[in-house]
């Protein structure tokens, strides 16, 4: 046996190298036994005239060491590691590149799959902006039935933050169409590592869409308020506008305004500009109202120009914007209703009733016309040669007036009036 001076290996007796570390073993000395039958062994420092090739071997060759069992399964591991990263990060960049999230979005559009198209989109922050108002949209509009369609990357397809994709597609019985994807890269990282992309929402969202609905109404769009952050005009011309940001489609709206039935309808804003909602009606209560509201306004005019009342006392019927433009119509009648001590007949009183309207809501208004009849009292008095009797007389006639109010404050008042004229 031959024991390894480096590592301690029981080798074999004629084993020259240790099997574990590759160190030369120290020869031992054995005398060659002669004989008949003996082969003759040749000089072990010169065989053939040339150097023992045990001598050959470099002096500072390092011994081989075998790698232990340990060692061996951390290589394994280090391996796999390798491995799992590479195929990490292929798979990373094949599941949130610009094309992948294109193709994502195009099969998710053309299945209806409102979720996923809406999780792809770049939308802006804003309370018109939900994903059930985009899915309610959605199945609102009318869309094409997409048989089969093929994306890839356009001509150019790279600019900045922007991928862009061309999509064939045929519709069910139209044929071919096409149209082109806008991706922008995100801010933010998938995982940490990845680039993230979203499709762009240019000509899919309308940013500060105009609607109009009467003053002092409250409105609501797929459900949703307008709130006073949204409103940009306050009645103006008997109208409230609000500008928001939301989808280019087909959307809901109510209206409630005062004295009229709940407004329900759709709009499109792929084919309107702006909306202005004037078809309203007036309810029962409302017409009863709007009735009264002419009797008194009626009244209050007559009651005021015959006491000789300055016009301030009746500004108050008027809207702002409107009660400058009916001070000298309110003069006229206070002249006309004045009293002359030299004239034949004096005023006492008038009294309008058997009224009849027809009321309806217009143009941010509600409007009326009024009928009905009028009793003028009043004295004559004969002063023709020299007598000075008096006689109370009454005097009956139809009148006529038309009127538009508009809400301000906390009520409706005039926009436009006419004022009956009355004889006697």
């Known amino acids: 046996m031959r024991v390894c001076p480096s590592c301690g290996k029981v080798n074999e007796d004629n084993a020259r190298f240790c099997e574990n570390c590759g160190t030369k073993l120290a020869e031992e000395q054995v005398s060659p036994q002669a004989g008949p039958d003996t082969e003759q062994v040749p000089d072990p420092v010169q065989y053939g005239g040339q150097q023992d090739w045990e001598e050959q071997i470099p002096k500072n060759l390092k011994p081989i060491r075998k790698l232990s069992m340990l060692q061996k399964a951390v290589i394994v591991e280090a391996i796999c590691l390798v491995v799992t990263v590479i195929v990490f990060f292929a798979v990373g960049n094949m599941k949130y590149s610009a094309e992948s999230v294109a193709k994502k979005y195009f099969a998710a559009y053309t299945a209806h799959d409102w979720e996923t198209v809406y999780a792809l989109l770049d939308l802006p922050e804003g309370d018109f902006m939900q994903e059930s108002q985009f899915a309610e949209m959605m199945e609102r509009t009318q869309l094409p039935d997409i048989a089969n369609y093929k994306v890839r990357a356009a001509n150019g397809s790279e600019e900045g ?4 994709f061309d999509v064939e597609y045929s519709v069910t019985g139209q044929g071919a169409s096409s149209t082109q994807l806008s991706l922008v890269r995100q801010n933010q990282k998938a995982m940490f590592l990845f680039d993230t992309w979203k499709v762009s929402t240019e000509g899919m969202v309308l940013d500060e869409y105009e609607i109009s609905v009467p003053a002092g109404a409250q409105a609501s769009v797929d459900g949703i308020k307008l709130a006073e952050d949204y409103r940009t005009a306050e009645n103006e011309d008997g109208w409230d506008t609000y500008q928001i940001t939301l ?5 809901s709206i109510a209206v409630a305004a005062p004295w009229c039935e709940i407004y329900e309808g759709e709009f499109d804003t792929s084919t309107e500009g702006s909306l202005n909602v004037s078809e309203l009606v007036l309810t029962e209560a409302g017409e009863a109202a709007l009735e009264v509201k002419m009797q008194e306004a009626l009244e209050t005019f ?37 009293n002359d001590p030299d004239a034949y007949y004096t005023l006492n009183g008038i009294t309008f009733n058997n009224f009849q309207g027809n009321f309806y809501a217009d143009y941010g208004a509600v409007s009326g016309e009024l009928e009905g009849d009028y009793t003028v009292d009043y004295t004559y008095t004969n002063t023709w040669f020299g007598s000075n009797e008096t006689e109370n007389r009454t005097t009956d006639s139809s009148f006529y007036m038309s009127a538009s109010f508009v809400y301000e404050g906390d009520t409706y008042k005039l926009q436009y009036v006419s004022i009956p004229s009355v004889w006697w």
């Open 161 to 164: 933050i922007a991928r862009y």
């Open 247 to 251: 989808f280019n489609g087909v959307h």
């Open 302 to 338: 007559y009651a005021s120009a015959m006491s000789g009342a300055d016009y301030s006392e009746v500004q108050g019927l008027f809207a702002a914007d409107a009660a400058a433009e009916f001070e000298s119509d309110y003069n006229d009648l206070k002249e006309r209703l004045a």
